[in-house]
């Protein structure tokens, strides 16, 4: 029993530690632009593709693989950037506001319903193969096993949040980010270019996206269509576990949902794995509301 | 007019009911990504009712109605306090939730030798009521579109009502509502309530023009969809929703032009429009306008 | 209309008129040609093959719904009686529910569930649940 509770610990990590790379995407365009990007999934997916579109037709190392995702996750991103949610930077406070909001989530919905398309036309096979992580053994603790590739997505996790930290707390953009954060209209007022942080912070939550989006590949080995919507789906509940817009909210919010989906899933199958997931976040948004909204409290969410 | 034409007919007025059930949530001033659920609800219980116990349609699908207004309370009472995304993941987790219970839903009676029945992810086969009494498919057509026409009217009526006006006001800001003395929650519930029996609706008539249902049928996408076409539709009158099912289930299953770009097109056009329109085509000025043009 | 509201009426008070239940099974090559397939489906009613039966053949992938557009296609009766052949254009592998509308001497509408794939189609073994 203990030794099933362990086991399944060191499976949620692998698991966890993707969602909370997903999760860290999602919450830092939430967390800056205030909006729900519904096709990150779909523009991760789409640099999925590109790199396995690529490693199909010529042969390329894992290092290329990762870098080609990131860039057409990037890519994709600030397409969707530019259409969805660029051309409502201006009313940003206005009174049309929240129907900005709106439109450009549905918009961004819209564009994950061409990702997908493009995804399926240009590689029409429900399934293809990607190219392993890390082609051997799970690494062994006397009963326990370890796959390697939860190692290297927890090791791109916590590199992912070291940068955060890094680029938050010690740069001038950093500082230009957080006052956006805090008060966007005196960030305004003090002369930052509010639209060209929230360009760039698109960028970096895309290309973080990526590198999710190829270790998430590579460790399963294969790729389909519904990447998009299960990435974006991961993301977003664990991103609510956390608690909207906090960065190490985030992290643990990932982590969270990944071991409680290998513990969920170890004993009562994989139905109630994702039954149990969605109650949590259900009954969390019912009863503590106060807990979820705690990174959001001067804003609201709409 | 050839079989898939009605069939297409068919479905716009089908998945018109779930998008007047998005929109009536919206301009309540709540978006919601989980419309479906109550689809799914309406499209079992109705289908349990005439295939497993005989329940003539009409009856099942006051039932169906009814049972999806259930569960929208059961939806809508937790979720009073929330607002905005955390109101719209609430009801993307219950969505999910409704279809994580349909795919454990096996409930099959032995007829003529048969199982009928739903039995979870293999789907609900056999929901042949209309079928088994000569429904031709045009006749089907009227049905779903008579009802739809009396929904639409009783919409309009609501629209033009005090009642109407409150709603919106409650949607555009519910707090000024409370302070003239709104009952904001229960606005809220009854709205929740009302949209979950109109998707209900929908879906009873769903399962009985397709015969078969599964729970995937009923999964995020289809939703989110809903909301698409509430939107970019319009959110000023209820045609507007109709108008959405239209331009994606019509104007692009129409043009044979557009096989297998369907999607790339319609989402560009979306996202195109939502520039201009953030609130839809037939949003609240285009719909004053039109009004004082003609009255 | 005042049919249909007849039925309705008839509905209520009447007792269906109990067909018995049609029993179809599919075969399909791949024509080389991304994605079509010819496709022969067999109906049997009671135990003998159902002849003469206009027989419209369509397809929709049960894991995105609503987000492909195959155009219905009419059969046309096979060698031996109870076979229909017809031409599906599907837009990609993987799971489809092929939807036969039957209509002429009996009406029914069934759903069956296959694997497509380069070779052909395959009975899809259950519905794959989605990651």
């Known amino acids: 029993m203990l030794a099933d509770l362990i086991q399944n610990t060191l499976d949620g990590l692998t698991g966890g530690a993707a969602y909370a790379l997903l999760a860290v ?68 406070g206005s009174p049309r506001a929240s129907s900005g909001s709106i439109a450009a989530m549905v918009a961004s919905f819209a564009l994950w319903m061409q990702f997908e398309e493009a995804a399926i036309l240009a590689l029409p096979k429900h399934l293809y193969a990607f190219p392993p992580l890390h082609a051997g053994e799970p690494l062994r603790f006397g009963q326990f096993f370890l796959r390697v590739e939860a ?152 | 007019m050839d079989e898939y034409s009605i069939g297409v007919l068919t479905n716009i007025g089908l998945f018109s009911f779930l998008a007047l059930s998005a929109y009536l949530l919206l301009i309540a001033g709540e978006m919601s990504f989980g419309q479906q659920a109550f689809f799914g609800v309406g499209a ?71 199982l009928v029945g739903p039995d979870g992810t293999q789907g609900f086969r056999g929901i042949r009521w209309v079928f088994e009494r000569g429904v ?15 929904v639409l009217a009783a919409f309009l009526l609501v629209e033009r009502s005090r009642l109407g006006v409150t709603l919106r006001s409650v949607g555009a ?29 929908g879906g009873v008539l769903y399962a009985h023009h397709n015969t078969y249902i599964e729970p995937r049928n009923f999964d995020i996408m289809l939703g989110v969809h809903s909301l698409a076409y509430a939107l970019i539709g319009g959110l000023g009158t209820a045609f507007g929703p109709l108008l959405g099912v239209l331009v994606d289930l019509g104007l692009l299953e129409g043009t044979r032009v557009f ?6 097109v319609f989402g560009g056009l979306v996202a195109v429009l939502l520039l201009f329109r953030p609130r839809g085509l037939l949003d609240e000025r285009v719909v004053h306008w039109l009004r004082a043009r003609f009255s | 209309m005042a049919k249909s509201a007849l039925f309705l009426i008839l509905g209520l008070l009447s007792f269906p008129l109990h067909a018995q239940r049609v029993q179809a099974g599919l075969a399909c090559t791949f024509t080389g040609t991304d994605f079509v397939y010819d496709c022969v489906v067999r109906l049997a009613r009671g135990g003998s093959p159902l002849a003469g039966a206009q027989v419209t053949v369509g397809a929709d992938m049960p894991s995105m719904p609503m987000a492909h557009n195959v155009k219905p296609a009419k059969a046309k009766p096979g060698a031996r009686p109870g076979e229909y052949e017809a031409r ?8 489809w529910a092929v939807k036969l509308r039957l209509s002429g001497p009996v009406r029914d509408q069934l759903v069956l569930h296959y694997e497509f794939d380069e070779k052909g189609a395959r009975p899809a073994a259950r519905p794959a649940k989605r990651k």
């Open chain 1, 151 to 302: 190692l290297y997505l927890l090791l791109a996790a916590v590199a992912v949040c070291a940068l955060l930290h890094t680029i938050l707390y010690r740069t001038r953009f950093g500082l230009a980010v957080r006052a956006v954060i805090d008060v966007p209209v005196a960030a305004q007022l003090a002369g930052i270019n509010v639209s060209w942080v929230f360009v760039r912070i698109f960028a970096l939550a895309s290309a973080i996206g990526g590198l999710a989006g190829f270790l998430i590949a590579a460790s399963h080995e294969q790729v389909t269509p519904m990447l998009g919507m299960w990435a974006t789906i991961k993301g977003m509940l664990a991103m609510m576990l956390g608690g909207l817009g906090s960065l190490p909210g985030a992290v643990a919010g990932g982590l969270v949902l990944g071991l409680l989906e290998a513990h969920s899933q170890w004993f009562f199958g994989p139905q109630m794995r994702d039954l149990i997931a969605y109650l949590l976040i259900f009954a969390l948004l019912a009863l503590r509301p106060a807990w979820m909204t705690r990174w959001t409290s001067t804003r609201s969410a709409s």
């Open chain 1, 25 to 92: 995407g999602f919450t830092l365009i939430f967390g800056v632009l205030r909006r729900v990007n519904l096709s990150y999934g779909a523009a991760i997916m789409f640099g999925v593709y590109f790199a396995t579109w690529t490693s199909l037709n010529f042969q390329v190392g894992l290092a290329a693989l990762a870098a080609l995702t990131i860039a057409g996750a990037v890519l994709a991103g600030a397409y969707v950037e530019r259409l969805c949610f660029a051309p409502h930077y201006r009313s940003r």
């Open chain 2, 173 to 201: 800001d519910p707090e000024l509502a409370a302070s003239i003395g709104v009952n904001v929650n229960r606005m809220k519930l009854g709205v929740a309530a009302a949209a979950g029996a109109l998707a209900a609706l």
């Open chain 2, 44 to 114: 079992y219980s109705g289908g349990m009712l005439t295939a497993i116990y005989g329940v003539p349609l009409p009856f099942a699908a006051l039932a169906a109605m009814a049972s999806g207004a259930l569960v929208a309370l059961l939806v809508g009472l937790p979720t009073l306090r929330l607002r905005g995304l955390y109101f719209a993941m609430a009801t993307l987790a219950a969505a999910e939730m409704a279809r994580i219970l349909f795919e454990l839903l096996h409930f099959q009676h032995e007829i003529d030798g048969e």
């Open chain 2, 259 to 264: 096989q297998g770009y369907r999607m790339i």
């Open chain 3, 88 to 95: 599906l254009d599907l837009e990609m592998t993987g799971e």
């Open chain 2, 136 to 150: 031709e498919p045009l006749d089907y057509l009227a049905i779903v579109y008579s009802l739809l026409v009396t």
